[in-house]
């Protein structure tokens, strides 16, 4: 492998590319980033329950396209996609990472109920049983409960931020009894420091524990 090791970031929507660049930036700034973007990924999976075969396979040829670009590893930073994440890795000689299965490792280090702030509805079946797959990995017991900020999503699509971070603690402060409070998406990890604010437990978010099992996959 290279020194400075090629990674592809998938995206799904626009609004992930910031965090996750943000987080490389700090905590492994000579990772050579690239970004791959199918925003119809999400309006696609906004229209069916499940994720059909179909919408998988075309996820799928997304990630064996940043493989051929010459990807040392790639992460996928929509949390929609978890089956089709998981195909490709078992697929390709490189590291294909899920977005969220690190933070839910590292949750479950300090606690067992947890709370989970989400933005996009259709990402919560997989997160569930991915988190679920987590505990039963580190045998441990755990509850999550995950909780949709109504309009925050729309928000940020449109550009306002802000009102997307205050959606999101506002929520986060009506939450009571929970161990830790887990921010769903990697678009989501915009309202941690507000978050962070709102409640008295720790806060989670993707990206940085993303970086540092990538980044733990390639052996640096």
Same mark, same amino acid.
């Given at each position: 492998?290279?020194?400075?090791?090629?990674?592809?970031? *998938?995206?799904?929507?626009?609004?992930?590319?910031?965090?996750?660049?943000?987080?490389?930036?700090?905590?492994?700034?000579?990772?050579?980033?690239?970004?791959?973007?199918?925003?119809?990924?999400?309006?696609?999976?906004?229209?069916?329950?499940?994720?059909?075969?179909?919408?998988?396979?075309?996820?799928?040829?997304?990630?064996?396209?940043?493989?051929?670009?010459?990807?040392?590893?790639?992460?996928?930073?929509?949390?929609?996609?978890?089956?089709?994440?998981?195909?490709?890795?078992?697929?390709?000689?490189?590291?294909?990472?899920?977005?969220?299965?690190?933070?839910?490792?590292?949750?479950?280090?300090?606690?067992?109920?947890?709370?989970? *702030?989400?933005?996009?509805?259709?990402?919560?079946?997989?997160?569930?049983?991915?988190?679920?797959?987590?505990?039963?990995?580190?045998?441990?017991?755990?509850?999550?409960?995950?909780?949709?900020?109504?309009?925050?999503?729309?928000?940020?699509?449109?550009?306002?931020?802000?009102?997307?971070?205050?959606?999101?603690?506002?929520?986060?402060?009506?939450?009571?009894?929970?161990?830790?409070?887990?921010?769903?998406?990697?678009?989501?990890?915009?309202?941690?420091?507000?978050?962070?604010?709102?409640?008295?437990?720790?806060?989670?978010?993707?990206?940085?524990?993303?970086?540092?099992?990538?980044?733990?996959?390639?052996?640096?």
């Amino acid at each position: 492998m290279r020194p400075d090791p090629s990674i592809v970031l *998938l995206h799904a929507t626009p609004v992930a590319i910031e965090p996750v660049v943000r987080a490389f930036a700090s905590m492994w700034p000579e990772a050579r980033l690239s970004n791959l973007l199918d925003d119809g990924l999400t309006i696609a999976r906004a229209q069916s329950e499940e994720l059909t075969p179909a919408l998988a396979q075309r996820f799928v040829d997304l990630v064996c396209y940043a493989h051929a670009t010459g990807a040392d590893a790639i992460l996928a930073t929509c949390s929609a996609f978890g089956p089709a994440i998981e195909a490709a890795d078992r697929a390709l000689p490189v590291p294909v990472c899920k977005p969220n299965d690190a933070m839910f490792q590292d949750a479950l280090a300090c606690g067992r109920r947890f709370a989970m *702030l989400a933005t996009f509805a259709p990402a919560l079946p997989t997160m569930q049983a991915e988190f679920a797959e987590e505990a039963a990995r580190l045998g441990v017991e755990a509850t999550l409960d995950t909780f949709v900020v109504a309009d925050a999503m729309t928000r940020l699509r449109a550009g306002d931020a802000d009102a997307h971070n205050e959606l999101v603690a506002l929520e986060a402060a009506k939450l009571e009894g929970y161990d830790a409070v887990l921010l769903a998406h990697f678009s989501t990890s915009r309202a941690l420091e507000r978050v962070s604010a709102a409640v008295r437990v720790p806060v989670f978010a993707a990206p940085e524990s993303a970086v540092r099992r990538l980044r733990s996959r390639l052996g640096l």
